[in-house]
C-alpha cells in the first residue's frame, strides 16, 4: 500500500519518540577494531575530496539523475552545497526501503563509519519490525539526545518510492526505482545550507566537504549489501519451500 504524504510537513521541535537499538548489537573489541580498520581506509578518501568534488558530489549517477527533479529540491533554493549520488541495488525496492525507514542513533544506525557517526555501536544488520512505522514528523537522530539541530524529520514519502529527510539546514531526498529484472536503482540527494551566521558553520562546512563522500558511500554499499543479502536468503528459503512441496507430492 502506497502511502502519500506530500505536503504534510511537520513542526520542528515536537519531541521525538522514543528510540530502540538493534536487537543483538552490543559493541565488542572486534566491533571497534573493524569500525577503526573502516576509518582508516576512509582517511584518503577523506583527504582528496575537496580536491574531486565535481566528481564526488555525482558518484554513481547518471546525468539524468542528477538533472532530474527530486523531492525537497525547492526547499533550500540557496544552498552552497548538492551532491546526487546513486547505486544499483538486486534487490525490489519493497525490499530496500525498510533499510531507509529504520535509521539513525539509537535505532538501526546509519549503514557507514559506525565510530564516527554511530558512537560506536553496529549498525543492524537485519530488518527490525519495530522500527518500521514511519510517520510524518519521525526524527531520524544524529546523537543519542536530539535536537531540532541535531535529528533530521520525516518531512513527506511516498512507500516504497521515495522519502524526503529533513532539518533546518539540511534536505536529504531518496528515491527508490524499479528496474526490469527486480533490481533498484538507489538515488540519494542532499542539500546543504551554509549558515555563515551560526557559530558552528564551519564544522557543518568541514563535514560536507571532506567526511560527506566517504561516509555517503559507505552508506550506499551497506544499504546494498543489507538489502542484496536479505534477498538471498528470501529466494534460498522460497527453493527450499518449494522443493519440500515438490517431494511430498
Request: net charge positive; with cysteine; hydrophobic share 40%.
Amino acid at each position: 500500500m502506497k502511502l502519500a504524504m506530500l505536503g504534510h510537513r511537520p513542526v520542528l521541535g515536537v519531541q521525538p519518540t522514543a528510540s530502540h537499538g538493534p536487537s543483538g548489537s552490543r559493541t565488542t573489541a572486534l566491533d571497534i577494531a573493524h569500525q577503526l580498520v573502516d576509518i582508516i581506509c576512509d582517511v584518503p578518501r577523506f583527504l582528496v575530496t575537496p580536491l574531486l568534488r565535481p566528481w564526488h558530489r555525482s558518484w554513481g549517477a547518471t546525468r539524468e539523475e542528477v538533472e532530474a527533479a527530486m523531492p525537497g529540491d525547492r526547499l533550500l533554493p540557496r544552498a552552497q552545497y548538492r551532491c546526487t549520488r546513486a547505486i544499483t541495488v538486486c534487490a525490489p525496492p519493497e525490499e530496500v526501503w525498510p533499510w531507509l525507514v529504520q535509521v539513525g542513533v539509537g535505532r538501526a544506525g546509519w549503514y557507514a563509519d559506525d565510530l564516527l557517526d554511530n558512537f560506536g555501536r553496529p549498525s543492524a544488520r537485519e530488518v527490525l519490525p519495530d522500527l518500521q512505522d514511519i510517520h510524518v514528523g519521525q526524527w531520524l537522530p544524529w546523537i543519542p539526545h536530539p535536537s531540532e539541530r541535531t535529528a533530521f524529520v520525516v518531512d513527506s514519502f511516498t512507500a516504497p518510492e521515495w522519502l524526503l529527510w529533513r532539518s533546518p539546514n539540511r534536505t536529504w531526498a531518496w528515491r527508490l526505482v524499479r528496474l526490469p529484472g527486480g533490481g533498484t536503482r538507489l538515488i540519494s540527494r542532499m542539500h546543504t545550507l551554509y549558515e555563515w551566521r551560526r557559530p558552528l558553520v564551519l564544522g557543518t562546512v568541514l563535514l560536507m566537504e571532506v567526511a560527506d563522500f566517504a561516509m555517503m558511500r559507505r552508506m550506499l554499499r551497506g544499504i546494498r549489501d543489507r538489502s542484496e543479502t536479505d534477498h538471498r536468503r528470501g529466494a534460498r528459503g522460497t527453493r527450499q519451500a518449494l522443493g519440500a512441496v515438490a517431494g511430498r507430492s
